[in-house]
């Protein structure tokens, strides 16, 4: 069994209230991979450029991360994002892209990365979407995207979508791509083009899972210090994708599906405690399973009958 991501591998210069890294590896693959990868074995299929440092795709192949599907670009240039978040830590403003090697980017799987059952497509053209989706049959598809490509590619994002089990976005980004302003209605109308699963992340107050008739939202783990909120969103997917991985004969059961929200927002805590990776590569097991129990017990109550026809 094994997991393969498609997506950007980057250098990111970010600023929070609480500090700031210049040229740290980042990259939605990268994310994905360093939560997905203490579930089953993960294949990132991307570029980089000749600047990508041998200490940074060590990084990368954390937890046995196969990175043969990297490719070195000679002479070019590592996508390079740069970000900037005020005290509302949900919202950021992106000071410079520069695409660099991922500007001509055509994903193409090793045999390995074809054969696996469960398919991440990050953050890319979903033109590149579909030609991935096209290269191999997983036995699950989960896709990500963002504001450019629903106000740049909305059809053919749609399209994509219509091909995939489970759509993660966030609530503005489902909210714009169907143009309904009512959370549950947009998650309906994507159900209706074919995907099982939709997930609408939700910043520091957690996410949502509308999946058929059914609803479950989840807090955002209670931490007290939110160092840099980049790159939560995909250690969420890889949270999520890796625990339905792991049950992969059980993905219509809603009990399995509640778990793997509960494993993805645990891990998405970790990787916001500290700069870019920093924290998620030395993270453990325990560490995990503690913070899912923490998360069960923070958001189950009990619902004894009450009477509540006294005044009449
Ligand atoms: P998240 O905070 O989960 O949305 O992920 C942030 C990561 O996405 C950062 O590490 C960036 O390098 C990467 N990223 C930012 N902009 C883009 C983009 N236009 N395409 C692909 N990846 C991006």
């Not at 043969?68 to 000679?74: A, G, H, K, S």
């Not at 399995?256 to 590569?281: C, D, H, K, P, W």
Request: net charge negative.
């Amino acid at each position: 069994m094994s997991i393969t991501v498609v997506g950007s591998i980057a250098y990111d210069s970010v600023k929070t209230p609480f500090g700031s890294r210049e040229r740290m590896l980042g990259g939605a693959a990268t994310h994905f991979a360093l939560a997905a990868s203490f579930f089953d074995r993960v294949h990132v299929v991307g570029q980089v450029g000749e600047d990508f440092a041998e200490r940074d795709l060590a990084v990368l192949a954390t937890r046995g991360t196969d990175i043969t599907d990297v490719r070195r670009v000679p002479g070019g240039e590592t996508f390079f994002w740069a970000g900037e978040y005020g005290w509302d830590l949900n919202t950021r403003e992106t000071l410079e892209t520069r695409l660099g090697v991922f500007a001509d980017f055509r994903p193409e799987l090793s045999p390995a990365a074809r054969a696996s059952e469960v398919l991440f497509l990050a953050n890319i053209q979903p033109s590149l979407q579909r030609e991935v989706l096209e290269q191999c049959a997983p036995k699950f598809v989960a896709l990500d995207s963002m504001n450019l490509w629903i106000e740049t590619a909305h059809e053919e994002l749609v399209e994509v979508i219509s091909k995939v089990d489970c759509v993660i976005l966030n609530d503005a980004e489902l909210r714009e791509l169907t143009r309904r302003p009512n959370l549950i209605a947009a998650a309906r109308e994507l159900l209706a083009l074919g995907p099982t699963m939709v997930v609408a992340k939700q910043g520091e107050y957690g996410a949502a899972l509308i999946a058929g008739e059914s609803f479950f939202s989840l807090p955002a783990y209670p931490l007290e210090q939110v160092i840099d909120p980049t790159g939560a969103g995909d250690t969420f997917a890889g949270g999520l994708l890796g625990y339905l991985a792991r049950h992969l004969s059980r993905v219509g059961e809603e009990a399995i599906r509640r778990q793997a929200m509960a494993y993805g927002t645990a891990l998405a805590s970790f990787n916001v405690e500290g700069f870019g990776t920093e924290r998620m590569v030395g993270l453990t097991p325990g560490e995990i399973h503690r913070r899912v129990d923490t998360l069960r017990r923070a958001s189950s109550f009990d619902a004894p009958a009450l009477d509540l026809t006294l005044a009449s």
